[in-house]
């Protein structure tokens, strides 16, 4: 199973996350669940950093991937940037609801990172 944990401010707004773990839906390499979980965290990441030009701190590696927001963003720029991760929150929660079982969704409160 795969876990994401959705990193929210203090305030409550996501400002990161941390996805990792093999969904388990079929064979690794062809595992629609996790190709999915893969698109939507990386087009966050590119949304973020290529869409907004974000020096966000990420790492991608063989399954495991997570992002922080930096600290000090305008609130133009967080706002924005909470547009991007709500957005990939949603198609996770999708994907989760459509495959049950294999995808399983956790928010952390309170993480310093401010706006």
Excluded at 19 to 43: F, K, N, R
């Amino acid at each position: 199973m795969t876990s994401v944990e959705l990193f929210r401010s203090r305030f409550g707004q996501l400002c990161g996350f941390h996805a990792g773990g093999h969904a388990g839906y079929m064979d690794y390499g062809e595992d629609i669940v996790c190709a999915a979980i893969s698109a939507l965290t990386q087009a966050a990441i590119l949304g973020l950093t290529d869409g907004l030009g974000l020096d966000v701190s990420y790492s991608i590696e063989d399954g495991d991937i997570s992002m922080q927001l930096p600290e000090g963003l305008t609130q133009e720029q967080y706002n924005y940037a909470h547009i991007i991760l709500d957005t990939m929150r949603l198609g996770l929660l999708s994907v989760s609801e459509s495959q049950p079982g294999f995808l399983v969704l956790r928010d952390k409160r309170g993480s310093e990172t401010k706006h």
